[in-house]
């Protein structure tokens, strides 16, 4: 894709994840600093990109606006198909890896914030909430990392970037079970080895 984009960017947030895929891709990006103290994100330039008030926020060459991090990183994906990270469309590759890139925010993501902030509380019904519960999901991403490096298999796709930075956090703030399994922590170690993520922690 021809063109700069532009990512509203806070180190204290998930831009820094799409940063990452934009090192990932090769693309040409400007950052533009937000600073969350300042209530940069609530101003009305801001609220009128993103009335959410969040990050991420990334404009596309074309000044497109685009949110939500497994959104951009599928995007972005498609647009920079030279660096591999998606599988053809219509393979079955491609089947699993819609799987795991739309796991981490449909079911990890709700259910660490849950174990997270309501530890003293009764677990949700597992009927009711669609990651079913904590030890699920965590049991679930485990079983996959027993049978290959990468949820997607042996190769990086754009879902184990959306996982493994979620995973990075979880274990940053102390989410049960992440910070002792090796399969997860492996799996991190992996993904943060990988010179676009390194490129991705300088300051902004």
Known sequence: MQGRFKLYFNPRSRSTVVRWMLNEVGAEYDLVPIDF???ENRTPEFLALNPMGK???????????MTETAAILAHLADCFPEAGLAPAVG?????????WLLFSP???EPAGVDA????DAEPLPKMAVGWGSY???IDTIEQRLEAAPYVTGETVTAADIALGATLQYFTMFGAPR????SLIQGFIARLTEREAFKRGQAPA
């Open 37 to 39: 103290e300042k209530g």
């Open 55 to 65: 990050l991420p926020t990334l404009l596309l060459p074309d000044g497109t606006v």
């Open 91 to 99: 393979t079955s590759e491609r089947a699993n890896y819609y799987r």
């Open 106 to 108: 449909s079911c990890l």
């Open 116 to 119: 997270m902030m309501r530890k």
């Open 135 to 137: 030890d699920d999901v």
């Open 178 to 181: 992440v910070k002792d399994s």
